[in-house]
């Protein structure tokens, strides 16, 4: 079955730290890969997307995702944090042509000053 | 101007009133989606649309219903609401070409069923 688990429910970390986001899938056909933010009170903002290609992806905001075929993961990271960054954190999986993706139950990102 | 708006933002409704949630895109987009959002459980679809004549049921169906009355508008009805559909809706769109499996999503609806 389709699977997208995000380990992490919350996460801490101090303004200015690095961040990593764990994601992890299971997909039968070659996966297309999304990481999505969602800042209080507003809707999903796509920050980077992987179809296939080079693994490291960079995205808006100063994210990256790098996709590990033989992990099932695509991991989200940023060298250092933001204050803004305090948001819950999406990934999420699909495939060519299929006709949806589903969603990891998210992660929320709480930022120390 | 907003690709995907939806309204309304907020609603608060009562145990067995029927109401109706919009959105529309000015994206040109085919595909349209419905997600309701619950604490600790992410997206989880509802329905889903590829064009006006095409409506399939997602995941979470039951209870509710939905319309495609153009292209660019497609709304969800929730018959006689129940306070276990409070819940964050939003809606998302996709286009149908190369890049047919980016959604992106409009601001949400807060619904309280009391």
């Known amino acids: 079955a389709q699977s997208v688990t995000q380990p992490d429910i919350h996460i801490t970390v101090s303004e200015g730290a690095s961040l990593e986001l764990r994601c992890n899938y299971s997909y039968g056909a070659t996966p297309y890969l999304f990481w999505y933010v969602q800042s209080p009170g507003q809707g999903l903002q796509l920050l980077l997307k992987?179809?296939?290609?080079?693994?490291l992806v960079q995205g808006i905001k100063g994210f990256e995702a790098e996709f590990k075929r033989s992990q099932s993961s695509f991991n989200l990271r940023k060298p250092s944090v933001h204050w803004s960054d305090a948001a819950e954190y999406f990934c999420?999986?699909?495939?060519?042509?299929?006709?949806?993706?589903?969603f990891g139950k998210g992660t929320r990102l709480h930022i120390l000053p | 101007d907003a690709d995907v708006t939806q309204t309304p933002r907020n609603r608060i409704t009562k145990t067995g009133k029927r109401i109706m949630l919009e959105c529309s895109q000015t994206k040109g987009h085919d595909r349209m989606y419905w997600y309701r959002q619950d604490p600790g459980l992410g997206l989880r679809l509802i329905y889903y649309?590829?064009?006006?004549?095409?409506?399939n049921k997602g995941e979470i169906s039951d209870g509710y219903s939905v319309s495609r009355q153009a292209q660019a508008k497609f709304s969800l009805s929730l018959e006689s609401a129940i306070p276990n559909q409070t819940a964050l809706y939003f809606c998302?769109?996709?286009?149908?070409?190369?890049?047919?499996?980016?959604?992106?999503f409009g601001p949400g609806t807060r619904l309280l069923v009391l």
């Open positions: 999420a999986v699909g495939a060519h042509r299929d006709d949806k993706i589903i």
């Open positions: 998302a769109t996709s286009g149908s070409g190369g890049d047919q499996e980016t959604q992106y």
């Open positions: 992987y179809f296939s290609g080079d693994t």
């Open positions: 649309s590829f064009d006006v004549k095409d409506i």
